[in-house]
DNA sequence: ATATTTTAATATACTAGTATGGTAGTTGAT
DNA sequence: ATCAACTACCATACTAGTATATTAAAATAT
């Protein structure tokens, strides 16, 4: 019962992440079924914290829970995906303007060290810690405009993204054109020019749009 | 146990419903004491699909669950009711925008119906009814851009708005004016007039922007 | 009397077992 | 051989009881 606990919080919260890290990973590929049972038995915990943890992840739609039957790893589906850049897109664009205004040097600091180490790691080519630190300049703009809770939901709301971008992750990923927006962002941010740092903002967003239809046709199972 | 179960889904979607309308309506206060006990003994169920709604209800920020230790009814957070606000403006005007192209033939006849009924609750002064209308009317805007899940999404997040909303729902509603803009918003859209649409949707929203300040100054104790 | 420790109560967190419904495989009739 | 009915199995849904941590009250020491 007692074994590698690696939770901080409980035990519900441990199996979510562990489970949809897991989905998130390929480890679990869509389509696949999966129950509460062999999970609950895989990490050592009861079936009560699995199912909660199951609950949550089905609103998210990475489950899909069909009552009194089972549990399928969801398919991807593309329509989520767009409603998820949709909705990043138009948000992220409104708080690169918001963030002309409210950015305070403490933050502005934050975002150059952010930005510096972003450039290290391009020299070094640690690209999963550059992946992070992408992460991290988009949230720190969020933070700047005092909407944590939107920043969330924007990730949760991009997940079946997120799959797909694993899939693409090995692949021919322009860090530099990447690195180089976010500086670009930066600078218009801290000269507060909101109409310069939007177009920026746009740009940059579009970059990563995924070639989703041929995936699709490629791994035509693995989509809804 | 097989009492006036007027259930269609499980027994835990049931609990969330009920409570979470308890808490918009404010049979529940924001600040009190609840307990998963309590409720199911009121609703004549076990404690698992209550504490399953609590989560959810958790999630949304209704609820707050002190581990251990006990749950409340969460105070309003006027920074949450801003981010509420803020993703609502810039989605729905984005959405605005592209309904101006995606609209079809049977969705403008939808439309024009909601409108028509509208029109009808004012002569007839079923303010309640309008209310639905209100939220229907945009509803289908995101239904006509295929973003369904966004609006779902929106409505959450506004969840401490809407208690806002209740508590000033008698008074001084002006609802001839929401009228007036759905028809303008309407007929820019089907003529496909994208910039003006999106002018009169944020003339729209902004109108029922609610005197917060005032609110938190005269009920204190229901502010975080 | 006050501060600290102990204890009892009570809330959520978790475990385990039962109920219920859906599904696939098998059996039987045509 | 095909199709319908039956049956056995297994999934989630729910119930009930135990574990554990927090909190506040009671007892003790200073």
Redesign the pocket.
Known sequence: ?ISKIEFVG???D?VYRKVKDQIINWDYKPGV??????I?DKL??????V??A??QLAQEELLK???????IVSKIDLELVEEGRFTREHIEKAITREACEKLDDNQLILLKTNIAMQEFCIEKGSHSRLFQLDEEFHQILFDVCNKKRTWELIRKMNSHFDRLRVLRLARNHNWNIVVDQHKEIFTYISQSKPDLAEVKMEEHIKLVIVEKEELKIKYPEYFK
């Open positions: 019962m409980s035990t519900r441990y079924k999966i129950s509460e049972k062999e609950a050592n915990v009861s079936r009560t914290p199912r909660e199951f609950l829970i069909v009552p009194q039957s089972g549990t």
